[in-house]
């Protein structure tokens, strides 16, 4: 009852202490999933992806407004002790992991199926079979079985992968024989299989049920297959406990009287007997209460605090029953956590540059700023873009830019009538610093209108050390690359003072 409490009272105080964005422009070209931040530097399979786990849930397809804490690191944990358990039945792409909300993972060509695994009659499964539908994904399923009732062996229900905002779509083995090839297919499908299986083991041993899941793979360049992404984590799969899985037999009894249509009839008159599963199902509940379900348009409803209570205490428990480890709790803010992690480990500096500039004739201006950031450590990116001839493009990177979670600031880089100042620094949130190459026409970017806030600073050595200040502030290692310089330039100072 204790820990129940306790874990209840830090979730509360963490309800805001939450990761909903986690681009880091430092780890390079950047695509967000409706969960994970996806950072990489190159399309080569084989080369690292840098996958950062959210707080975020998604549900119909839909990403939620409100973040569940924790859970980033929750699921992250999961697939870590998921793919440590699965190794001798197929490799993971996991390369490491620098912090629970981080994996790094080896790019794989992705496989463009979902790998559904079921184990009972449930979920949508359950919902089809209730109206009637006996096949599902080309196999037959008897007249005689139940919702939640186990089947006679792990069933393979491929599904296609959506776009985001549409749902998968279920395909038959056939189907993806005829995509992919009937070889690849097989062996996709046993190794799933034998993944489900391994789960099943696991959960049973701490008296849990593996209800259903869904695997993805990829290829390396010799097509060799490995698990990717995400592993047994209740976002992608469901669990009970057996306990509470004795209801069943409750069930199976109240549906031999023959008074009942089906389970889910039964379960309107004896709410009761509904078997309570650990995973995002809570929450789709959660969303079916306030009116929203599978086939809904429009905005998502927002979770409430005890909801998201809820989920995240679900999770967690879950976690630490499962696998008997302890989930380490943030002690400060989990983002500065998670970034001070990155930079510990050598990942980012920790703050970042953009150097913004209208054209690239300016590039031997911009390589002089870059020089001067480089004495102060500072990490810096370029980007050419003109605000005259691609407005649209500007806001689209300024847009991009305010979602980084790692403090930066604009450096932009424009000669003439300099436009690129007034709109990147209208449509950022970060601090913009004008440094126009042709230094003697700077006139143009102080007389921008009301609501742009750019500074003017014309020397790039200055022009770095305003950026060293700014980013320096939350950096210890920049901050004392200021301070050295002060004090090596005054004591150049004194001892020149001296010589006369
Ligand atoms: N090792 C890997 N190689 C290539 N792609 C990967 C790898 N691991 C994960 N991915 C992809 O990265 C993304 C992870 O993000 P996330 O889990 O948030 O997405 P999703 O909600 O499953 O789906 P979507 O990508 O459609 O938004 C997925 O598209 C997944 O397929
Ligand atoms: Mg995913």
Redesign the pocket.
């Known amino acids: 009852m204790d820990i129940i409490q306790d874990y209840r009272k830090i979730i509360k105080k963490n309800l805001s202490n939450t990761i909903d964005e986690g681009y880091i422009p430092e780890l390079g070209r950047h695509k967000?999933?409706?969960?994970?931040e996806?950072h990489f530097k190159s399309d080569k399979i084989g080369s690292p992806?840098i996958?950062i786990a959210t707080d975020r849930v998604?549900s119909f397809d839909h990403i939620l407004s409100r973040c569940i804490p924790f859970k980033g690191k929750v699921l992250n944990l999961f697939s870590k002790w998921a793919f440590a358990n699965t190794k001798d039945i197929v490799d993971n792409?996991m390369i490491e992991s620098p912090h629970d909300n981080v994996i790094i993972?080896?790019?794989?060509k992705?496989i463009p199926f979902e790998f559904v695994v079921r184990g009972y009659v449930w979920g949508s499964m359950a919902k089809d079979y209730e109206n009637g539908k006996r096949e599902f994904c080309g196999i037959k399923l008897s007249n005689k079985l139940l919702k939640y009732q186990k089947l006679p062996e792990p069933l393979f229900t491929p599904a296609t992968?959506?776009?985001?905002g549409n749902h998968d779509i279920n395909v038959s083995f056939e189907y993806m024989a005829k995509r992919i090839g009937r070889k690849l297919s097989s062996k996709l499908k046993n190794i799933s299989i034998k993944l489900f299986n391994r789960a099943s083991k696991l959960a049973k041993n701490k008296r849990f049920i593996f209800i259903d899941t869904k695997y993805?793979f990829?290829l390396d360049s010799h097509g060799k297959i490995?698990l990717?992404?995400?592993a047994n984590t209740p976002d992608s799969s469901r669990y009970c406990s057996k306990d509470e899985y004795e209801k069943f037999i409750k069930i199976e009894k109240e549906m031999a009287s023959g008074k009942y249509k089906n389970v889910s009839e039964l379960i309107k008159q004896k709410a009761k007997l509904k078997i309570k599963e650990l995973s995002k199902q809570f929450v789709r509940d959660a969303l079916i209460k306030k009116g929203f379900d599978h086939d809904s348009i429009g905005d998502i409803p927002n979770l409430t605090n005890e909801d998201v209570i809820e989920v995240s205490y679900r999770y967690i428990t879950l976690y630490e029953k499962l696998t008997g480890n302890k989930l380490n709790f943030p002690q400060t803010n989990i983002r500065q956590e998670l970034l001070d992690k990155l930079k510990q480990e050598n990942y980012i500096k920790g703050g970042v540059a953009i150097i913004i500039a209208g054209s690239d004739s300016d590039l031997p201006h911009i390589k002089k700023i870059q020089i001067e950031l480089d004495k102060y450590d500072i990490a810096s990116i370029i980007r050419i873009c003109s605000a005259h001839k691609q407005p649209a493009k500007c806001e689209e990177i300024v847009n991009k830019y305010n979602q980084s979670i790692e403090p930066i600031v604009f450096i932009s880089v424009a000669g003439g009538t300099d436009a690129l100042s007034g709109v990147v620094s209208y449509h950022s949130v970060h601090p913009v610093i004008s440094c126009p190459p042709n230094a003697e026409k700077y006139q143009s970017c102080i007389n921008n209108p009301p609501i742009s806030s750019n500074s003017l600073i014309l020397r790039p050595q200055n022009v770095a050390k305003h950026t060293a200040k700014i980013l320096g502030h939350n950096n210890p290692e920049i901050k004392e690359i200021i301070n050295k310089k002060k004090k090596d330039k005054i004591k150049k100072l004194e001892e020149a003072d001296k010589q006369f």
Do not use: L, N, T, W
């Open positions: 967000s999933g409706k969960v994970r996806i992806i996958m998604s792409a993972q080896k790019r794989m992705k992968k959506a776009e985001q993805e990829g490995f990717i992404d995400e």
